[in-house]
């Protein structure tokens, strides 16, 4: 009897433990941050980014339970966008989070980040980033105007632009400065191509398809396709040039963890 008296305390322990911390999050951060798995059309109203999405970047860069919950802990306390998890456009698209200080105790948090490294990211959300991610690369395959396609040559500009205010990149503003005439550069080539490539690739189709052309008489249009692709190709790995030598060693390995840069 006793046996089972202190099972039952147990578990009804147990169901407050986890009920609190459903309606912490509820209460202190279901204001701002949607609980649910969003949809890509919601993206756009929302005004911070979806829970699913901060715990899916934290988990990327934090392996063990106590360093999440003392990042939570003082992220929610003393935010700042060095700090942020998110890449830096979406902390720019989002702002900062506005400091809890004084309306949460210790307690409070770490009951939040408890429930939230426990039931965050869904496994359904996961997929749908998967998902993303495999459809994206596909894009860039087909869309891209460079002649080299590989993923293992990375697109500098799109790297930086996701980690430029991150404390662990560590850019100064010097090197902001510099990076930022290149990306200019790079970006203004790139469009200007692909604006070219688009409208030829397009004629060369018509042509193909509705004109019924000989593919013989296409070959003009193709040497301009290729001529324009392969002078994009040298801008791009110009500026993945530039960009190294900017770049000291640790924030490159920083950047490209899989690779042997020396």
């Known amino acids: 009897m006793i046996k089972k008296s ?34 890509a059309s919601m993206i756009p109203e929302l005004k911070a980014p979806p829970m699913e999405a901060v715990m899916y970047h934290t988990k990327l860069v934090m392996n063990d339970q ?21 890449e830096s456009n979406k902390v720019q698209q989002y702002g900062v989070m506005p400091s809890l200080k004084g309306s949460i ?29 495999r459809n994206d690369k596909m894009n860039a395959l087909q869309n891209s105007p460079f002649l080299i396609n590989k993923e293992a040559l990375p697109h500098m500009t799109k790297l930086l632009i996701k980690h430029w205010d991150k404390q662990a990149l560590g850019l100064s503003n010097e090197q902001k400065e510099k990076l930022l005439v290149i990306r200019h550069h790079t970006i203004g080539e790139v469009q200007k191509a692909k604006r070219n490539i688009d409208t030829l690739e397009t004629e060369l189709m018509e042509a193909l398809f509705m004109d019924e052309e000989s593919p013989k008489n296409l070959d003009t249009k193709v040497d301009e396709v290729a001529k324009l692709k392969a002078a994009v190709t040298k801008v791009h790995i110009q500026c993945i040039a530039e960009t190294l030598e900017i770049l000291d060693d640790e924030q490159i390995n920083y950047l490209l963890p899989f690779w042997e840069y020396k």
């Open 105 to 133: 105790s210790q307690e409070e948090l770490s009951k939040i980040s408890d429930y939230l490294i426990e039931h965050y990211p869904s496994k359904a959300f996961v997929d749908m980033i998967n998902e993303i991610q």
């Open 66 to 86: 106590e360093t999440m919950k003392a990042f939570i802990a003082d992220y929610v306390i003393n935010p700042e966008a060095k700090k942020s998890v998110c």
């Open 6 to 39: 202190i099972l039952t305390a147990v578990i009804i322990g147990i169901d407050i433990l986890y009920a609190s911390g459903v309606d912490l999050v509820k209460s202190k951060c279901a204001t701002c941050h949607m609980l649910e798995k969003p949809t």
